[in-house]
Structures are given as C-alpha cells and as structure tokens.
C-alpha cells in the first residue's frame, strides 16, 4: 500500500472557505501534491534556457479534457480564471500573514509512507498498547474526507492534537530503531526516513500549538 502523501498546515479560516465553496475547494483538490507543495502551485520553474508551466498553468491547460469529469463545475474559461487568480491571492495572503506557514508541511516519498508506518506501529505497542493499526493508519493517511467524492482529507485542532501528543512521546531514534536493512538499503531509506519523520513531528507539533487544520491527500 505504498503512495505519496502530502500534508499542510492551514489556517482554521481558509479550510472554512474551500469547506464551504466547491470552486475553490475543486481547484485545492486537484492541485494538490503539484509542484513543491501548494505555496508552488503559481510557480514557473527556469531549467536550463526555458521556463517550465507552473501546475496552475498545467491544470488550466488540461482542464477541457477533466471538466466533464468533475462535473463542470466552472461555467466559463473566466469563471476558471477568476478562481485561479481569487485562489493566488488567498495563498498570498496566508505566506503574507504567516511566513513559516510554508515549513508545516510533510511529503512522504513513495515507499516511505509504509516504512514510518511500520515504525509507529511497532513503538505504539511499546509506550501506547491501547492504541492499534488504526491510528497508525489514520495518521499516516486518514483524515476526514472533505467530501464523499474526493481524496483531500483533513485533520481538525482537536484530531491534530491527538496525533501531535502521541508523536511527542515518540523520539525519532525511537522509531528509526525498528529500520528493517533486511528489507531497505540503508544508504538511502535511513536518511529518507529520518527527515521525513522530523517534518512529520514537526508538521502537527506546530500545527497543533496554532490549533490549526492539516490537510492531507494520498497521490
């Protein structure tokens, strides 16, 4: 069951609006895990003597094939823009009111999305036996759907809490203790692991001191 996760941390007011209107909420949904998180989305990267399209440019550009299959939820080519530019400005916005925002976030690698897994499931049954798979699982790709048909998944302040508190009893040399070299070259997935369990502790320690939402999706 190995795939990319992507988690952010949000404002509790921005995961209300895209909550609340479906443009926008399409929009988050689709974009989600482009480019280097979704303060990139509006981002055109210069390699070598050309500038690549930022995902927002790719996504408009592919959007006549998609539209039926979300349900045409925009009327026109403009009412498509007018979100793209509306969904810019609120992006800048929360880099404007908060900057480290942008550092609340978690990608986990294919194949190490399963390895940390592991890892939180063996050292539950060590310090938290109560706990099981589930909330392994829950923490590494659950959440709430934000809607029955979509993938994007979130983490309210509350259910941010829980996790942060159990990861907080958790050293990262804790987890990394359970590393199977049998099964994973140490070379690579030792230090692959270790940075993304750091962002992964970090993500919902400081997103639940802000009581702040994490949104999530499996890619």
Known sequence: MSHSVEKQAVPVEFFEQIHIDKKLQILVDQLWGCGNGMFSWFTRFPIASRILPSPIDEFKE???AIAKMLGNP???EADLEGYCALLEQKLE???ADEPFLIQRRVHFDTRTDE???SFLL???KIKFPTLDAEFAHTAIWGGERINPASNLRYFLPDEVNVIANVLSQIELDELLSHFDDLKYDSNYWL???RKTIQAFKTCFTE???RQQVILT???
Do not use: P
Request: with cysteine; proline share 0%.
């Open 122 to 124: 063996e050292e539950l």
């Open 62 to 64: 592919d959007y006549k």
């Open 115 to 117: 390895q940390i897994y």
């Open 74 to 76: 925009f009327e026109s």
């Open 191 to 193: 230090e692959e692991c």
């Open 217 to 219: 999706k499996t890619i």
């Open 93 to 95: 916005q929360l880099k």
């Open 207 to 209: 997103t639940s001191e």
